[in-house]
Nanobody, 128 residues
C-alpha cells in the first residue's frame, strides 16, 4: 500500500520561508511524477507544482513561480517544496500527490485527476 506523508508545515510571518517534505512508503512504489496542491479556506484545491520523477522536468503554477521550488530525492523517494517570500495568500492546506501512470519520462501532470495517491495534507499559515 502506498502512503504519502507530508511534514514541515506551520506558521510563518509574511516574507518568510518554509520547506515541505513528502515521503513515500511502499516497498515497490516508484512514481511517474509527484506534485503539490493546496486548498485555501472556502476555495477549491489548486495545483502548485509538479516534477517528473525520471527526467526532473518541473511545472509551476503562475501563483508560485519564482518563489517556490520543487525538488526530489529519488533514493529517499521524497519530494520537497521550498517556499520563499510567503504571503498571506499562500495560507492553505498543502497536499502531496503521486502519479503512478506510465505517461512517459517527460510528461508532468498538473490536474488532480491525474494523480493516484494523496497525502493527508499539512497546514501552512502565513501571517501578515
Amino acid at each position: 500500500q502506498v502512503r504519502l506523508a507530508e511534514s514541515g508545515g506551520g506558521l510563518v510571518q509574511a516574507g518568510g520561508s518554509l520547506r515541505l517534505s513528502c515521503a513515500t512508503s511502499g516497498s515497490t512504489f516508484s512514481p511517474q511524477a509527484m506534485g503539490w496542491f493546496r486548498q485555501a479556506p472556502g476555495k477549491e484545491r489548486q495545483f502548485v507544482a509538479s516534477i517528473s520523477w525520471a527526467s526532473g522536468i518541473i511545472v509551476y503554477s503562475e501563483a508560485v513561480r519564482d518563489r517556490f521550488t520543487i525538488s526530489r530525492d529519488k533514493a529517499e523517494r521524497t519530494v520537497f517544496l521550498q517556499m520563499n517570500s510567503l504571503n498571506p495568500e499562500d495560507t492553505a492546506v498543502y497536499y502531496c500527490a503521486a502519479d503512478q501512470d506510465n505517461s512517459g519520462d517527460y510528461y508532468v501532470p498538473v490536474e488532480e485527476y491525474e494523480y493516484d495517491f494523496w497525502g493527508q495534507g499539512i497546514q501552512v499559515t502565513v501571517s501578515s
